[in-house]
């Protein structure tokens, strides 16, 4: 296709509808052709410091000679900009995408291809902690919004040439850019084409955080509970995951990575885990097993006992708890789900609430439904003591928050309405649900049921390192894993 | 779902393991009490001893061409495939019934009276069918979590009736009535309903050994050696007072001032007939080889009508609980017709 | 949309056949100790409610035999009546052999008793004590765990004294007796009768 300079800007305009975020800056370069060009960019995504420096002084400075267009173009390639992040292309796509991300594009009048050089200077928030993942030993630093920078982080702590990183753009609209990451020696080939596969299925028009892609990349008709899609925003977590062939997903805006397959005893794994001593491991990790437990069921099975079997409640509780229950007005089910919701709205107000707001209505909070409703006898202490408890135990595996919620509440219905017996249908139910489950064909569930004895040595123990060290665990090779 | 993998044949093994042993958890009156221990004991042995002999035309078959019955009868005889298919599923059905009924008696009756036992049994069934449609690899799965519930709640049982051990002079004595004790025996011959399971899901299993079905009845045995001891000991003639005797038994148990074990025996048992339904339904669809979830829905339909009717009326439920005709049952779909084609089969090489 | 539709019609269906009928906590009447004695040539069968109170709330009821009383007791006095929690039943002394076999017998027969619950005979003065202080029943239970210290061949359960009356060769039964002559103390006492079936 024939570019010429006044083609190209046109184009530019019409596409970009004058955009006055659009720049283009019309040169003449010193030669006896006095050969017109453009350098395009977006205001607001290039550094002007690099921009001049890379670009504007040294095409200026430069005496091409008696050079045509296309020699001057490779001029300006080879021996012009002191630019290493440099490429030379000709589609209209292109143009648009380059200049999109920051690059500063050059065009010369009679020449069908360009240049885009890497001149990026957007702000973006600093490296920081993870709020979401915070350790007490391990790295500080957690990702970011620009991909290039998050790239670089795997990169440097993984200084393997095995590292690949492919580039795939979704969103047919916001056009973002992701990339694949995984080690070519641990991850199966088929799990990467897989995930490929399914990506190029998204066809929604914006992508701006992971959790868009996720559903994409859960295999089809499996439980949608819980998820087989990880999320990580801690450089270490994913490198540890890419070790065991799983598949990192970056995507361009948000600092989560995806991490596939997910399984459901990593849930309860933590870097901490691996950096503190093997039996304090150990012992935070049975904790966080009876935290979920306890977040899932203990609400529940008060509803159970105080509505169909008090007499396997214990005498100095019972008397206690039937003589508080007795003068509220609310049935104990009802009970339990109006301080659950209750919960779940303060939880939500306080996510969103400003900060100078937040003592306040932390004090409202605490107070109104606390302490004013209990001596009102609206609720009773012990109803709210145990929902608090099992709301703070489920923040103990915050990644599994959604999926403990909603159990919560299936599981108090049931207990209202079929006591014991309805819990215990319903965890068979949810653990047949869990079990058919399965990410990118492995089993959700693997190391527990398929049960793998050396898989045992991460899951309610943290073995030392040295046996750990001793095997390396593939995710492909769990049994049953579908490889096709 | 992952309905073209081979699973573990251990993990078969170990959920037809937990099937069998859930056999005694809904035994009523079914063990003598004018026997003693020992020759209780011996029923019980003789009993699984039976069970050991029906597993044998399955294992044969796996053992030789790594593959089930069905399979097997798909392939030879094309034309037999709908009857065949009917006769099993009638077996499964009946089957079914055999533990279903029971169990909604024993909840109805021990547990909780003021509930209907057909809405029991409409739920479970409900959430069976789901199972069903899941596939037998993901009901082994489940077994595994089953079996870890199985044993805590054996632990407790079993040690919390510890201190109730009361032991008379004549209590290992050979004191027999010889009646009694053939009814006996065939009670026990029950868990050989694991072998027509197994006739119909070994193929879809790899790694198979000899060992497997042989531990799968030893570890039953002991289990029912302890709560014949437990029931025998701990609860002694009290246990005559009352139906299902290992219900009993669970509410003997006790660690000082925590009670309630009977909460966690009643769990046990819903999730172990859980399982045996639901396998009995995959076992179905494997027969049907199409529409799993439809064939679930209308099989469980089937045994939930016939449980209905069992409910009214007392001589349809004497039928699918009578001990000699599910036994003879199984021996047919067990023994006589994989037997036939095996028989057959060399007959035509 | 399918599962949904199942889930709301099993949920509706358990709702409305029995489920929820339950014997919710705050309106449970759980009895911790039921005590026989005769009282004006009439047999008197006092059930002690589970309460915060010092003094247990209690209920008195004429009946010949436990069956009768807990029969009555359900119908007319304690709509809400729950003995899983019982943990003592009190027999005076001049009913051992007239009253106590034919209310164990019945107590064997029936789920709801825990067989481990204790049986033990008593004096007047220990029933009014027990009608005067729920603490008391914290003493007799250790008083009789002593007592089973002391001399294992005693039998203070339903089921122990059940299983041992039924093996009885006429040499009697050991069970406890609740004395209250200084202190409360557990002395034994034997009984040989046997059950009817």
């Known amino acids: 296709m024939k570019h010429t300079l006044d083609k190209i800007k046109l184009s530019l305009n019409e596409m970009f509808s004058n955009s006055s975020d659009l720049t283009i800056k019309d040169i003449i370069l010193k030669s006896n052709y006095k050969i017109k060009g453009a350098v395009i960019t977006i205001e607001g995504l290039c550094s002007k410091d690099e921009l001049a420096q890379s670009v504007l002084n040294p095409l200026m400075m430069h005496d091409f000679g008696t050079s045509t267009p296309q020699a001057a173009l490779e001029t300006i390639l080879t021996s012009v900009s002191g630019s290493c992040d440099m490429t030379r292309f000709n589609s209209t796509q292109e143009l648009i995408a380059f200049i ?11 020449c069908d291809d360009m240049i885009a050089v890497g001149v990026q200077g957007y702000s973006y928030r600093s490296v920081s902690e993870p709020e979401s993942e915070v350790v007490q030993r391990g790295a500080r630093e957690g990702f970011t919004e620009p991909l290039r920078v998050n790239m670089s982080m795997i990169r440097r702590r993984m200084k393997n040439p095995d590292l690949i990183f492919e580039q795939l753009t979704v969103g047919t609209e916001s056009k973002t850019q992701i990339m694949i990451c995984y080690l070519k020696h641990c991850a199966s080939p088929s799990l990467v084409k897989k995930v490929k596969t399914r990506l190029n299925e998204c066809q929604l028009p914006t992508i701006f955080a992971s959790g868009y892609l996720s559903e994409y990349l859960e295999d089809k008709s499996t439980s949608r509970l819980f998820s087989g899609v990880g999320i990580s925003e801690r450089p270490d977590t994913v490198c540890g995951k890419l070790t065991e062939g799983r598949i990192a997903i970056i995507v361009d805006g948000t600092p989560a990575v995806i991490i596939i397959p997910r399984l459901f005893v990593e849930e309860f794994q933590g870097v901490d885990d691996y950096s503190n001593r093997s039996y304090y491991a150990t012992l935070i990790r049975l904790i966080k097993y009876l935290s979920f437990f306890f977040a899932v069921f203990a609400p529940a099975l008060y509803v159970a006992l105080a509505q169909f079997h008090p007499e396997y409640i214990p005498t100095w509780i019972l008397i206690k708890t039937s003589e508080s229950l007795a003068v509220t007005p609310l049935p104990v089910t009802l009970e339990v789900l109006l301080i659950t919701f209750i919960y779940e709205i303060m939880k939500e107000a306080g996510l969103r609430i400003p900060k100078s707001l937040g003592h306040a209505v932390s004090i409202v909070g605490g107070l109104v439904v606390g302490e004013s409703a209990v001596n009102a006898g609206i609720i009773t202490a012990s109803t709210l003591m145990v929902v608090a408890t099992a709301a703070i ?35 068979a139910v949810t653990i047949i649900s869990m079990c058919s489950k399965t990410s990118l064909g492995v089993p959700y569930m693997s190391s527990l049921s398929p049960f793998s004895l050396r898989s045992m040595r991460d899951v309610f123990i943290r073995a030392s390192w040295k046996k750990l060290g001793s095997h390396t665990i593939r995710v492909q090779k769990f049994p049953e894993t579908e490889e096709k | 779902m992952q309905p073209n993998i081979k699973f573990s044949s251990k993990r078969l093994m170990l959920s037809l393991m937990l099937c069998s042993c859930s056999v005694i958890l809904l035994q009523n009156h079914n063990v003598s009490p004018k026997n003693s221990f020992t020759v209780n004991l011996l ?30 009868s798909a392939q030879s005889t094309p034309k037999l495939k709908i009857p065949l298919a009917a006769v099993y599923a009638l077996y499964f059905v009946y089957a079914a019934e055999y533990f279903l009924l029971p169990y909604t008696d024993l909840f109805c009756k021990k547990y909780y009276p003021e509930v209907s036992p057909c809405v029991i049994g409409l739920c479970l069934l409900g959430a069976c069918v789901y199972a069903a449609y ?12 089953l079996f870890a519930f199985a044993l805590l709640t054996n632990l407790l049982m079993f040690g919390g009736s510890i201190t109730s051990l009361d032991f008379a002079n004549d209590s290992f004595a050979l004191k027999a009535d010889w009646d009694s004790a053939l ?20 193929g879809e299993t790899k790694n ?10 030893f570890f039953t045995a002991l289990k029912y050696a302890l709560v014949l001891f437990f029931v025998s000991f701990a609860v002694g003639a009290y246990a005559q007072r009352q139906d299902y005797q290992s219900f009993i038994l669970s509410r003997v148990a006790h660690f000082d001032g925590f009670a309630g074990i009977e909460s966690l025996f009643v769990a046990l048992a819903t999730m172990s007939v859980f399982m045996i339904i639901s396998l009995f339904l995959s076992c179905i669809n494997k027969s049907a080889q199409q529409g799993r979830l439809k064939n679930s829905i209308l099989f469980a ?8 009717i069992a409910e009214w009326n007392n001589s349809v439920k004497e039928i699918f609980i009578n001990d000699y005709i599910f036994i003879i049952f199984t021996a047919v779909v067990a023994v006589l017709i994989p037997l036939a084609y095996i028989f057959t089969g060399r007959k035509a090489k | 949309m399918k599962r949904s539709i199942a889930a709301i019609i099993i949920l509706a269906l358990m709702l409305f056949t029995g489920c929820s009928s339950s014997h919710r906590i705050e309106t449970a009447a759980v009895i911790e100790n039921v005590s026989v004695a005769r009282v004006s040539g009439q047999l008197i069968y006092t059930f002690y409610r589970l309460s915060s109170d010092e003094k247990p709330p209690k209920t008195e009821i004429a009946a010949s035999s436990f069956e009768e009383a807990c029969t009555l007791a359900r119908e007319k006095y304690i709509p809400h009546l729950t003995l899983a929690k019982l943990r003592l039943l009190l027999v005076h002394r001049d009913l051992k052999d007239s009253v106590m076999p034919k209310d164990i017998s019945y107590i064997s027969t029936q789920t709801y008793f825990s067989p481990v619950a204790y049986v033990a005979l008593c004096d007047d003065e220990t029933i009014k004590k027990v009608g005067e202080s729920s603490h008391i029943l914290n003493t007799v239970e250790e008083q009789l765990k002593l007592c089973q210290k002391r001399s294992p061949q005693v039998r203070l359960d339903y089921l122990s004294i059940f299983n041992s009356l039924q093996r009885d060769d006429g040499n009697g039964v050991n069970i406890a007796f609740i004395n209250s002559d200084k202190e409360l103390k557990a002395d034994i006492e034997k009984i040989s009768v046997k059950y009817e079936n």
Do not use: H
């Open chain 2, 43 to 72: 029923c019980m042995l003789g009993g699984l001893a039976v069970s050991a002999v029906m597993f044998l035309p399955s294992v044969i078959l796996k053992k030789t061409r790594d593959t089930d019955f069905l399979t097997v």
């Open chain 1, 100 to 110: 999109t991300s920051g690059f500063a594009v050059i065009a010369l009048d009679g």
């Open chain 2, 183 to 202: 009814s006996t025996v065939i009670y026990f011959c029950a868990p050989s309903f694991i072998a027509v399971i197994y006739a119909c899901l070994a």
């Open chain 2, 208 to 217: 198979f050994t000899l060992k497997q079905p042989l531990f799968a009845l």
């Open chain 2, 301 to 308: 339909a089937i045994i939930f009508a016939v449980s209905f």
């Open chain 1, 393 to 427: 135990s489920s923040y103990v595996t915050s990644p599994l928050y959604p999926p403990v919620t909603i159990l919560r509440v299936i599981l108090i219905i049931t207990a209202g309405v079929a006591g014991l017996w309805g819990i215990v249908l319903v965890t």
């Open chain 2, 134 to 145: 899941k596939g037998a690899n993901i009901i082994s799965r489940f077994g595994l979590f």
